[in-house]
């Protein structure tokens, strides 16, 4: 096979030519996989052969070694790894010469490749040489400038993809030695310099012990800020980007230079590219993430003036808001039409938002004088910034500060919606939601919406619904928190009833418009209709909501009618019905959960009928809606469920084995458990698929991770539907549990995603033996005793494990009560062999008011067991 020619008629414009060098180049991969890299890299290192061959490649390589899904990555792996180490040698050799290459895309791609070999071999203690052969590059005294461009691209790849642990500390220095080197002005090469800004950039992780040494860390932070100021703007931009991460990676150690950094940011806001004056903002952005963390880590504690907190945005407040607010001058037209522009004055605002969050009260005096200097202007820029600037500092400053100037300017922001300017407007309806959000609480001291000015507010909000999209958008958004501030106000939703007719109606108008070119303004007002509907006063509203609930229905089923012609017409038909099961799922259980329950029971089957219709267009984002609405519709019809499972169930099942989507197999794994909650012992003639899927995915190891403790959870939830009949599955279920107990002790405690993994794990294992020992006990109950000790002994180790969270102790300890209720003075050895008990529940009763409740029945099912 000559690989140029397959690799060049696999991008032939013939489609017949491009099939057969595919499967041309599968067969090669398959049948012999070391001999198909070592061609591949062969390839990409040869000058002679074409660019595009050469670009197939390396692509075919870099994929041949690393894929975003982590089993499909753990394979290529070990395919790698399983490879004759003297063909790994040429292929990794080739690489290397590969850097040296005339060409820049092969360059680069082999930067790329070279990293990902590392990914594998560095933290295996292979490849041990690659760093000091690539500083070589940089050292060789004839050198060109391309290989040493392609070096520190490769250097700095490799830092991207391995951890810190994995590389010795003569290597980091050799390597930072290198690329502070590459950034120096005397490197004539501008590719250069830019190649190791980057490398710095993905270097700084490695850099701690660095950083802690004065000298080594001066000598850094003077090289970074001297490329800051470069003449070329990529290499400032770059250097500006290193500003940023060592803001949050070093913020301990950034006292001596941060007069020095305030000059180069300052410089750069006022007259530099706008690429680069964004860096210069997120500088500041990035110090108020870490001076907010550092407060809420120290909040309440005697440390709260910790050395580490610098207060660095106090101090710098009164020239850095002035710098900030002149670049809310600085929009773009038509900014409000673009949800995903970012630029100087979004960016501005947004550092504003985080500095007002990070020093409260302090930033107000500082930023009203430019508010009343601005709002009233002819100038549209200056009314914006203005409405932007308030917006922004509504976070953090307390209530009582900004309730008056709230209080006061209300009545002016609901005047400037009828402003000639959709700009301003746009920011005016997202001010006002801002306000409802951080300042609307009707049982607070102080109230800013009252019987008075409420009238005002919804009619104003009602007309601007019929605005351009994006500006009705952000009214829906405003709508939405006006609501939500009546959720924990109990009766005082009643204030809007009058209101709601005319809001659904405006609401359900604007979802309609025919002018919702963005998907958004439609998302936006169905999730104030959500909202609405959450705070509506049943029984006073349970007619306007049963005509809503007729309309939503009626609007479900002309989905059914739309026509698809394209991929983009079925995305539209599923993002729709996925908004409307949406809805609806929401109006079930406002409904099942009070006296209209039977609106819901009358319409049970018209709306399961929709469900059904809605799986048969099969696709996975509505899937989730309507699955997670069958779940409230269980909930709310209990047993008569049952009629509906022998259509229902294929979909079910099928939700449950999409282990490829994960959320899908997720949610219908939740919804599993409220059917069971709804059927009892109805579900029983479905228990053995159901089971034996929950079985295999809990086997699959292309199944995510997240999914596994839900299941476990769905376990509890069948033995408690049908109690003694779980028997048949103990054999099955319960080697599982003890698998995954097991599986514990090997996770990564450094990791804070594996100690929420952790955690999940654990509060899933005692729910489903809660469950178990629930449904369990009676006549049969002698069937838990060989699992008990295992229970305790797992329970125990749990006990003593620091980083369990809440729900996990209050699972841990209501396993225990379990334990003692189901097998009564069967278990009074057990409890006095495993005495750790007495001391896990003591620490339980400090606790808060449901750990302590649960712990001390806990306590008493004990007491009784080993008393009897």
């Known amino acids: 096979m000559d690989i140029t020619q397959i690799l060049q008629a ?54 041949s070694l690393d894929a975003k899904d982590s089993a499909k990555k753990d394979l290529l792996t070990q395919q790698w790894v399983s490879v004759d180490p003297s063909i790994k040698s040429k292929i990794k050799e080739s690489l290397l010469v590969t850097l040296g290459s005339s060409v820049h895309d092969a360059r680069r791609t082999s930067s790329q490749v070279i990293a990902k070999v590392a990914s594998i071999e560095i933290p295996r203690r292979e490849w041990q040489d690659l760093i000091a052969k690539l500083l070589g590059n940089m050292t060789s005294p004839g050198a060109s400038a391309p290989l040493k461009q392609a070096t520190l691209e490769a250097l700095g790849y490799v830092c991207e993809e391995i951890s810190p642990q994995h590389l010795e500390q003569d290597q980091v220095n050799a390597v930072l030695t290198a690329v502070v080197q590459g950034m120096n002005q005397t490197e004539l090469s501008p590719e250069v310099r830019l190649a190791a800004v980057k490398a710095l950039y993905n270097a700084l992780d490695f850099a ?33 980007e290193c500003l940023v991460a060592i803001a949050s990676t070093y913020y301990s150690h950034l006292d001596p230079y ?8 300052a410089n750069a806001v006022k007259g530099d590219e706008e690429a680069v004056a964004l860096q210069a903002v997120e500088f500041w952005s990035a110090i108020c993430d870490e001076e907010i963390a550092l407060q809420e880590e120290y909040e309440g504690s005697d440390d709260g003036n910790s050395t580490i907190h610098f207060r660095f945005i106090e101090k710098a407040l009164p020239s850095l808001v002035p710098m900030l607010l002149e670049t809310l001058l600085k929009q773009e037209e038509d900014q ?56 922004s500092i509504l976070e953090g400053p307390s209530v009582e500060k900004l309730a008056p100037l709230v209080q006061a300017g209300l009545d002016f922001l609901l005047n400037t919606m009828n402003d000639s300017n959709s700009q301003v407007k746009d920011t005016t309806a997202w001010t006002l939601g801002r306000v409802f959000e951080l300042l609307h609480s009707p049982a607070g001291a102080n109230p800013i919406i009252n019987n008075s000015n409420l009238p005002r507010i919804v009619a104003v909000l009602l007309e601007s619904s019929k605005d351009v999209p994006n500006v009705a958008e952000k009214v829906c958004g405003a709508m939405y928190f006006l609501a939500q501030g009546y959720e924990d106000a ?8 009058p209101y709601l007719p005319n809001v659904i109606a405006a609401l359900l108008n604007a979802a309609d418009r025919a002018d919702t070119t963005h998907f958004r303004l439609r998302a936006s007002a169905y999730e104030a209709l959500n909202e609405i509907v959450r705070v509506s006063n049943i029984p006073e509203t349970s007619g306007i909501i049963g005509q809503l609930l ?53 319409t049970a089957d018209q709306l399961m009928v929709l469900f059904l219709r809605v799986f048969a267009c099969h696709s996975s984002t509505v899937h989730e809606e309507a699955m997670l609405a069958i779940g409230a519709l269980a909930y709310a019809t209990g047993p008569d469920f049952e009629k509906y499972m022998p259509n229902f169930f294929i979909y079910l099942e099928a939700g449950l084995q999409n282990y490829e989507e994960y959320q899908v197999c997720s949610i219908s794994v939740g919804v599993m458990g409220d059917i069971c909650r709804a059927l009892e012992d109805k579900i029983l003639p479905f228990c053995d698929r159901i089971m034996t899927v929950l079985l295999k995915d809990l086997s699959n190891s292309m199944l995510n991770r997240s999914v596994k403790p839900p299941i476990f959870s769905c376990f509890g939830d069948i033995a408690l539907a049908i109690g003694e009949n779980f028997e048949k599955y103990l054999p099955f279920a319960m080697p599982m549990l003890q698998g995954a107990a097991e599986i514990l002790g090997t996770l990564d405690q450094s990791d804070d995603d594996m100690v929420d993994y952790g955690n999940q794990l654990r509060r899933g294992i005692f729910e489903a033996y809660s469950g178990i020992l629930q449904g369990i006990k009676g006549p049969k109950a002698q069937l838990m005793i060989p699992y008990a000790t295992h229970l305790l002994q797992f329970t125990e180790a749990v006990s003593k494990d620091r980083s369990r969270d809440e729900s996990v102790t209050k699972a841990a300890v209501a396993v225990l009560g379990d334990l003692a209720d189901t097998l009564g003075k069967s278990s009074k050895d057990l409890f006095q062999t495993h005495l750790f008990h007495v001391e896990f529940l003591r620490e339980c009763l400090d606790l808060d008011d449901e750990v302590r409740d649960t712990a001390s029945w806990a306590q008493g099912m004990i007491n009784q067991a080993v008393v009897s």
């Open 208 to 240: 701690e012990s660095n950083f802690a040494n004065e000298m080594e860390r001066n000598y850094i932070m003077k090289v970074v800020c001297d490329t800051a100021v470069s003449k070329e703007v990529e290499i400032r931009q770059a250097a500006f």
């Open 10 to 63: 696999a991008q032939s414009p013939d489609a017949n030519l491009r099939t057969v060098a595919e499967n041309n180049l599968t067969q090669f991969q398959e049948q012999n996989l070391p001999n198909f890299l070592l061609s591949l890299s062969v390839e990409l290192s040869n000058d002679e052969k074409p660019p595009e061959s050469r670009r197939l490649a390396g692509i075919i390589l870099k994929n």
């Open 258 to 265: 941060m007069q020095t950094i305030f000059i180069l940011t």
């Open 336 to 391: 409000d039409q673009d949800d995903n522009v970012w630029n100087i004055s979004m960016s501005g605002g947004t550092c504003l938002g985080l500095i007002a969050r990070t020093v409260g009260d302090a930033i107000v005096p500082l930023v009203m004088p430019f508010i009343e200097a601005n709002i009233t202007k002819p100038d549209w820029h200056c009314r914006e910034a203005a409405t932007f600037a308030f917006g």
């Open 550 to 602: 007729q309309e939503i229905m009626r609007r479900l089923n002309l989905t059914f009618d739309l026509q698809i012609l394209s991929s983009g017409d079925k995305e539209k038909q599923s993002d729709l019905q996925a908004l409307l099961c949406g809805v609806l799922q929401v109006i079930i259980q406002k409904l099942s959960s009070t006296d209209a329950k039977s609106i819901i029971v009358q």
């Open 490 to 497: 109990e009766s005082m939703s009643s204030v809007l009833t």
